[in-house]
Nanobody, 115 residues
Framework: QVQLVESGGGLVQAGGSLRLSCAAS????????MAWYRQAPGKQRELVAI???????NYAESVKGRFTISRDNARNMVYLQMDSLKSEDTAVYYC?????????WGKGTLVTVSS
């Protein structure tokens, strides 16, 4: 079992920045991937960014060049640096981890971008 706890959400003006953090309860060696998803009101949950244990990274087209995902294996943490935020980035952001064939989710943190 992997427990994930997100932090760092809040209210920010368009053009501003936020940094989300996610703490994983399990040692990172058993976690093959960590990712950030988001779900806006009335929309489906979508992948924002994912980082694999081998170092590979993928981003949604809508956030490329603005968001950066990173991982600190020593601290079992994953981060999402969000710059040049837009109103359409408003959503609940969820941390996700893949470990031994299972997917785990955090409870989410709300990001609100005011225009």
């Amino acid at each position: 079992q992997v427990q994930l706890v997100e932090s760092g959400g809040g209210l920010v003006q368009a053009g501003g920045s936020l940094r989300l953090s996610c703490a994983a309860s399990r040692n990172s060696f058993s976690i093959s991937s960590m990712a950030w998803y988001r779900q806006a009101p009335g929309k489906q949950r979508e992948l924002v960014a994912i980082i694999f244990s081998g170092g590979g990274i993928n981003y949604a087209e809508s956030v490329k060049g603005r968001f950066t995902i990173s991982r600190d294996n020593a601290r079992n943490m994953v981060y999402l640096q969000m710059d040049s935020l837009k109103s359409e980035d408003t959503a609940v952001y969820y941390c996700n981890a893949g470990s031994r064939g299972m997917l785990y989710w955090g409870k989410g943190t709300l990001v609100t971008v005011s225009s």
